[in-house]
Structure formats: structure tokens, C-alpha cells
């Protein structure tokens, strides 16, 4: 079991940065694949970025947002630059059993309570 808690959310304006983090409980957190997904109101929860062996990016964020993850402190974080209105959203962060990431939300196995995040134009 893997309980996940994220922070770090907020109102920001564009062109500006946020961190979000998500901690992790249990002793295994090193054996699962982390993602961040976002979900707009009226949209679908949509894949932002994940890690596992190799890290990957949704292409609406690339070069602006940046995942990683401490083993020792079981914390995955995402550091966002360069915010634009359309990131606005809540933001969740999931575990996957097995070490891989996924674009899927489905294959996720445990999922935080989420976090928002608005950019104001």
C-alpha cells in the first residue's frame, strides 16, 4: 500500500514557477513508476509527466516542466516554469507498481488527493 500526499500547489501568474511534491509512505517507494497528470474543469485527466528508468515529458510541457524523484526521501517532485494559463488544473501525482511510468491513468495503482495550480493570464 502507498499513500501519496502532494503540495505545493497555488495561484501564480504566467511566466511564473511553481514546485509541486508528492510524498510518499511505505519502503518500496524506489519500485514504482511515478507520473504527474493534470485534469481542467470539463476535461480529462491528462498525462504531464513521468519517471521511472528514463523520464518523459507530455509535449505541452516540455522544456518548461521538470520531474524528479529522491529514493532516500521518497518524494517526487515537478518544477514548473514558465506557467501558462492552459496549465491550470489540478494536478496529481500516482504510483505504479513494477517501476515504469505510463501515459495511461489507468495503469496506475494508487493516487494522491491532488493539488491546484492556476495561472492567471
Known amino acids: 500500500q502507498v499513500q501519496l500526499v502532494e503540495s505545493g500547489g497555488g495561484l501564480v501568474q504566467a511566466g511564473g514557477s511553481l514546485r509541486l511534491s508528492c510524498a510518499a509512505s511505505?519502503?518500496?517507494?524506489?519500485?514504482?513508476?511515478m507520473g504527474w497528470f493534470r485534469q481542467a474543469p470539463g476535461k480529462e485527466r491528462e498525462f504531464v509527466a513521468g519517471?521511472?528508468?528514463?523520464?518523459v515529458y507530455a509535449d505541452s510541457v516540455k522544456g518548461r516542466f521538470t520531474i524528479s524523484r529522491d529514493n532516500v526521501k521518497n518524494t517526487v517532485s515537478l518544477q514548473m516554469n514558465t506557467l501558462k494559463p492552459e496549465d491550470t488544473g489540478v494536478y496529481y501525482c500516482?504510483?505504479?507498481?513494477?517501476?515504469?511510468?505510463?501515459?495511461?491513468?489507468?495503469?496506475?495503482?494508487?493516487w494522491g488527493q491532488g493539488t491546484q495550480v492556476t495561472v492567471s493570464s
Open positions: 511505505g519502503r518500496t517507494f524506489s519500485t514504482y513508476g
Open positions: 500516482a504510483a505504479r507498481a513494477g517501476g515504469r511510468y505510463s501515459l495511461s491513468p489507468s495503469r496506475y495503482d494508487y
Open positions: 519517471s521511472g528508468a528514463s523520464t
